[in-house]
Nanobody
């Protein structure tokens, strides 16, 4: 399974960005997809996750009400719509996945088996 993240960039505070993560390789299994982010000197932190059907989502408290995770299984792609961005959202964002058909979602870093390369999001004040 390969994950390819895209959509990062530079935006002013209050603006929006949409990240995409395309999954390729073994696509016959069901996968939970997640987004994490990392800033220099800090641990990678969980941002959001979505189960295979899209019916179950989870968010870190700091992004609730501002970020929305969604997926298009026909395109094997997961999205992270980020609105009302703040400077503290600046980070490298990573998409991740693990095989599961459950609606229970993991937020732990080591719960994910597959990782994409990061995409930089910079929010200016």
């Amino acid at each position: 399974v390969q994950l390819q993240a895209s959509g990062g960039g530079l935006v002013q505070a209050g603006g929006s960005l949409r990240l995409s993560c395309a999954r390729s390789g073994r696509t016959t299994r069901t996968y939970v997809m997640g987004w994490f982010r990392q800033t220099p000197g800090k641990e990678r932190e969980f941002v959001a996750a979505i189960n295979w059907s899209g019916g179950s989502t989870e968010y870190v408290d700091s992004v609730k009400g501002r970020f929305t995770i969604s997926r298009d299984n026909a395109k094997n792609t997961v999205y992270l719509q980020m609105n009302s961005l703040k400077p503290e959202d600046t980070a490298v964002y990573y998409c991740a996945a693990y095989a599961s058909g459950s609606s229970r979602l993991r937020a732990e870093l080591n719960g994910y088996d597959y990782w994409g390369q990061g995409t930089q999001v910079t929010v200016s004040s």
